[in-house]
């Protein structure tokens, strides 16, 4: 994060503030073998890239309800977007993770080993 442009009393109140952001999806990028959470991804320009025959995530079709991705969100997903080393550049104090499960496995249960 570029703070040169921020006020001096902007970047001390940030960094003694609780930072939280309460939703990421990355866990399901790193579950897909996508992306680590200890390295930053290196995910290119969309300018400069050509996108691969499937995307990750299907593109929303038109006029149907939902939230509207751009090509590059629907082929890398959230990959490159966290990272423990952005997190603490950026001064985050928590993140809360989203976790998914599948339909299907909702009637499942724990058993005691």
């Known amino acids: ?7 001096p ?4 109140l940030h960094q003694q503030a609780i930072v939280i ?3 990421c999806d990355i866990l399901m990028a790193v579950t897909d073998g ?4 200890g390295t930053p991804a290196v995910i290119p320009d969309p300018n400069t890239w050509i996108p691969p025959i499937k995307p990750l995530q ?3 079709e038109e006029g149907s309800p939902g ?3 751009s090509r590059h969100t629907e082929v890398f997903g959230c990959a490159g977007q966290y990272s423990l080393p952005q997190w603490q550049r950026g001064g985050l104090t928590a993140q ?3 976790i ?3 339909d299907k496995h909702l009637d499942r249960r724990c058993s005691a080993a």
């Open 21 to 23: 952001d309460a939703h």
């Open 96 to 98: 809360v993770c989203a």
């Open 34 to 37: 996508i992306t680590r959470l």
């Open 58 to 60: 299907p593109a929303a």
């Open 67 to 69: 939230i509207q991705h």
């Open 9 to 12: 009393l902007a970047v001390e």
């Open 100 to 102: 998914y499960l599948e």
């Open 1 to 7: 994060m570029d703070i040169s442009p921020l006020s």
